[in-house]
């Protein structure tokens, strides 16, 4: 079973930028696919960004041009860079990985835009 660990999250004015961090155990990382959810309170959860192991990305159109998903695979490690923040972006951010049908999620982290 792969466990993933957030980190970044936290408290941002409009405008501004966060970077979210997602480290997966195990050894499949390199050759699975990638992604960033989230979901606000009584919201559907999100689709917001996903990269495959050849580095194709997908963005959800509420966040393009705003937020990269990038990965690190000698770190095991997915990250969301988070710019031009809204107060609608509020929300808790998961990452998950998928590799042949099978996905795998993390906690979560929480991501607050407000003034």
């Known amino acids: 079973q792969v466990q993933l660990v957030e980190s970044g999250g936290g408290l941002v004015q409009p405008g501004g930028s966060l970077r979210l961090s997602c480290t997966a155990s195990?050894?499949?990382?390199?050759?699975?696919?990638m992604g960033w959810a989230r979901q606000a309170p009584g919201k559907q959860r999100e689709l917001v960004a996903t990269?495959?192991?050849?580095?194709?990305?997908t963005y959800a159109n509420s966040v393009k041009g705003r937020f990269t998903i990038s990965r690190d695979n000698p770190k095991n490690t997915v990250y969301l860079q988070m710019n031009s923040l809204k107060p609608e972006d509020t929300a808790v951010y998961s990452c998950?990985?998928?590799?042949?049908?099978?996905?795998?999620w993390g906690q979560g982290t929480q991501v607050t835009v407000s003034s």
């Open positions: 990269i495959t192991s050849g580095v194709s990305t």
């Open positions: 195990g050894s499949i990382f390199a050759i699975s696919t």
């Open positions: 998950f990985l998928s590799r042949l049908g099978d996905e795998s």
